[in-house]
């Protein structure tokens, strides 16, 4: 029961922040362009599930729009759709930037633009500069992820290589009125950060953000209340080094009382050169499950909201006492998995992997602990 109570905490967290409820959520307060002709823009892993909300509430009003997303996160929509690479961009998305700059082009004046942005921006929509290849672009994203900075500077250091990241797109917008509407895939909601700075706020372009790390926090806080558990929500960013961050919240979980525990934030995990599969979630959980292994009353998942945790197709894992017994069984030492970032082989041997598939949202990580 308290393990499906996890999950189900989990994914009520996540479809409160999707990105066609929440779009839809803000756009049945809003009157967009004074009834100009509408030119819609959705960009990022939650770009269709945004698209959609907007189709919900303005149709008609939509003259034309262009989705771009992730490889097999696409639906039906009525607009063009394209999907390119993520994590690693490679010539779709270069392919997926030239279409962007040609669709911005073609709007005529006196149309009102709406973008759409989530995270996996960066991954997927990409226009370099001179003298800066595609084989470039890939090497240094590779290198970007597997060396444990924080987004805030692996994005800074993307838009020194590119000709619309770091607020450049918008010398394409021609001074065309401007609403964005963004998911928050970055600590504090920082609006230059989001896709790579895509788009800075300035005095045509109206920008909101639609759906938070914070507002999943709260929606999981809610569901648990509701279904009888004490909340402890914190609402301080968690990150650092995933390792030691499920380590740290295993020992805060079974050292305090009885309660469901809720953080969120994004972690980081330094790869070695011959890495195994997993991700951040996958390698916080089993951290945590080292903790966790004499105690059969606590219960702990970590997830990401996109619903893909690292290159995989899990969203991350949950584990309580018996995952440490239930992985060795299967021949495998958790801390040979840890140390060679091949979290995911000891998980799945242990039945301990979390799959939702594409949420239409990404507003980072959630942990959730439940002592009882």
Same mark, same amino acid.
């Given at each position: 029961m308290h393990r499906? $109570?996890? !999950?189900?905490?989990?994914?009520? +967290?996540?479809a409160f922040v999707n990105g066609r409820e929440s779009? *839809?959520?803000?756009? #049945?307060q809003q009157t967009l362009g004074k009834h100009k002709p509408i030119y819609l823009i959705a960009l990022g892993k939650a770009a269709a599930s945004m698209a959609q909300g907007a189709h919900d509430i303005l149709g008609p009003s939509i003259q034309e729009g262009l989705v771009i997303t992730k490889v097999g996160h696409g639906t039906n929509l009525p607009f063009r759709i394209l999907e390119a690479a993520h994590p690693i961009p490679d010539e779709r998305s270069l392919e997926a930037g030239n279409t962007l700059l040609d669709f911005?082009?073609?709007? &005529?004046k006196h149309s009102h633009v709406l973008f759409l942005i989530s995270g996996g921006t960066s991954s997927l929509v990409e226009v370099l500069p001179k003298g800066f290849t @595609?084989? $470039?672009?890939?090497? @240094?994203? /590779? *290198?970007?992820? +597997?060396?444990? !900075? &924080?987004?805030?500077?692996?994005?800074r250091i993307r838009s020194e290589h590119s000709q619309i990241k770091g607020g450049k797109l918008v010398k394409y917008l021609n001074g065309l009125q401007t609403t964005a509407l963004f998911i928050s895939d970055v600590p504090g909601d920082h609006l230059p950060q989001i896709g790579s700075g895509l788009l800075f706020p300035n005095n045509f372009i109206k920008s909101y953000i639609v759906a938070s790390l914070k507002d999943a926090l709260h929606a999981a806080a809610k569901y648990a209340a509701q279904l009888g558990y004490p909340v402890d929500l914190d609402e301080t960013f968690v990150t650092g080094d995933a390792a030691k961050v499920g380590t740290k919240l295993a020992n805060e979980?079974?050292?305090g009382t009885k309660r469901l525990m809720i953080r969120g934030g994004e972690t980081t995990v330094v790869l070695p050169k011959n890495s195994g599969q997993g991700g951040r979630n996958q390698h916080l959980a089993l951290s945590a499950a080292c903790v966790l292994k004499d105690y059969d009353n606590v219960f702990?998942?970590?997830?990401g909201t996109d619903g893909t945790d690292? &290159? #995989?197709?899990f969203a991350g894992a949950m584990v309580d006492s018996q995952t440490i017994a239930k992985g060795q069984s /299967?021949? !495998?030492?958790? *801390?040979?998995c840890l140390e060679n970032a091949n979290s995911q082989s000891f998980l799945k041997a242990a039945g301990a992997l979390i799959k939702t598939g594409p949420t239409g949202t990404n507003v980072m990580d959630i942990m959730l602990g439940l002592k009882t």
């Amino acid at each position: 029961m308290h393990r499906n $109570n996890l !999950l189900n905490i989990f994914n009520e +967290a996540i479809a409160f922040v999707n990105g066609r409820e929440s779009v *839809k959520r803000f756009l #049945t307060q809003q009157t967009l362009g004074k009834h100009k002709p509408i030119y819609l823009i959705a960009l990022g892993k939650a770009a269709a599930s945004m698209a959609q909300g907007a189709h919900d509430i303005l149709g008609p009003s939509i003259q034309e729009g262009l989705v771009i997303t992730k490889v097999g996160h696409g639906t039906n929509l009525p607009f063009r759709i394209l999907e390119a690479a993520h994590p690693i961009p490679d010539e779709r998305s270069l392919e997926a930037g030239n279409t962007l700059l040609d669709f911005l082009k073609n709007i &005529p004046k006196h149309s009102h633009v709406l973008f759409l942005i989530s995270g996996g921006t960066s991954s997927l929509v990409e226009v370099l500069p001179k003298g800066f290849t @595609l084989d $470039n672009l890939m090497k @240094l994203n /590779q *290198k970007l992820l +597997a060396c444990g !900075l &924080p987004i805030s500077d692996i994005n800074r250091i993307r838009s020194e290589h590119s000709q619309i990241k770091g607020g450049k797109l918008v010398k394409y917008l021609n001074g065309l009125q401007t609403t964005a509407l963004f998911i928050s895939d970055v600590p504090g909601d920082h609006l230059p950060q989001i896709g790579s700075g895509l788009l800075f706020p300035n005095n045509f372009i109206k920008s909101y953000i639609v759906a938070s790390l914070k507002d999943a926090l709260h929606a999981a806080a809610k569901y648990a209340a509701q279904l009888g558990y004490p909340v402890d929500l914190d609402e301080t960013f968690v990150t650092g080094d995933a390792a030691k961050v499920g380590t740290k919240l295993a020992n805060e979980l079974i050292h305090g009382t009885k309660r469901l525990m809720i953080r969120g934030g994004e972690t980081t995990v330094v790869l070695p050169k011959n890495s195994g599969q997993g991700g951040r979630n996958q390698h916080l959980a089993l951290s945590a499950a080292c903790v966790l292994k004499d105690y059969d009353n606590v219960f702990f998942l970590s997830g990401g909201t996109d619903g893909t945790d690292g &290159p #995989t197709e899990f969203a991350g894992a949950m584990v309580d006492s018996q995952t440490i017994a239930k992985g060795q069984s /299967q021949g !495998l030492s958790e *801390k040979y998995c840890l140390e060679n970032a091949n979290s995911q082989s000891f998980l799945k041997a242990a039945g301990a992997l979390i799959k939702t598939g594409p949420t239409g949202t990404n507003v980072m990580d959630i942990m959730l602990g439940l002592k009882t």
